[in-house]
């Protein structure tokens, strides 16, 4: 079944087909791009809750590979996009280092599925956010976010198989920064979502 982004909705209110109201995640190891996807597609103005990175922070935060980033998430990033067929996806980023560990029950309670952002280049960093989705019995889709240097010489199976993921988990490549490649993985999730639990005919 295919989606589109609605185009019926207009500031803050929700379209008038507005049917299912699903809760997602959009989890990550820190810096892999989640406030960014969250901002790319969101229809109403998205809620941040950044703050400066500090000397303080220094010996917590790993900054390999992603030295550029000055920002971080710490608590949720919250957007939300219409999609053709009544759908609505309200999205909550959560944070990535371990630290915020203790928020994560609390920011997955309902939520229906998560997409798990991923960099090639720190594939190991995703371990400890995978492990999480998984213990909290989440179904998920895994998009693999695209960087300048992001090395292309892995096939899906060789990706795969770093993250051990099972057969029928979704994965795909999105550029976090552009809408369309954003809407396009999150309804790779929606449509896993789908084909593990059909909607009722109405």
């Known amino acids: 079944m295919a989606f ?10 929700l379209p008038e ?4 109201l699903v809760k997602i995640l959009v989890a990550g190891p820190f810096g892999v791009g989640k406030t960014t996807l969250i901002d790319s597609v ?28 000055a920002t971080t998430t710490v608590a ?4 939300r ?11 909550f980023g959560t944070p990535g280092q371990e630290r915020f560990r203790s ?17 090639s280049r720190r594939i190991d960093a995703s ?16 998009a693999f976010n695209t960087f300048p240097d992001s090395p292309g010489h892995y096939t899906e199976e060789q990706l795969r198989a770093a993250l051990d993921l099972e057969p029928g988990t979704p994965m ?22 789908i084909d593990r639990h059909p909607p009722e005919t109405r």
């Open 4 to 13: 589109a982004p609605s185009s019926t909705t207009s500031g803050i209110h």
């Open 17 to 20: 087909d507005a049917r299912d």
């Open 42 to 69: 969101s229809e109403i103005r998205p809620l941040h809750t950044e703050e400066r990175l500090s000397e303080a922070s220094a010996p917590v935060d790993d900054l390999a590979g992603v030295r550029e980033k």
């Open 76 to 79: 949720i990033d919250f957007g």
């Open 81 to 91: 996009i219409s999609l053709n067929g009544g759908i609505v996806l309200y999205l």
């Open 103 to 119: 928020l994560w029950d609390d920011i997955a309670y309902g939520a229906l599925g998560a997409l798990v952002l991923v960099d």
């Open 127 to 142: 371990f400890d956010v995978l492990g999480l989705v998984e213990e909290s019995g989440l179904p998920y889709a895994v």
């Open 172 to 193: 795909v490549t999105c550029d976090a920064r552009d809408t369309n490649s954003s809407v396009d993985a999150l309804l790779a999730l929606v449509q896993h979502l």
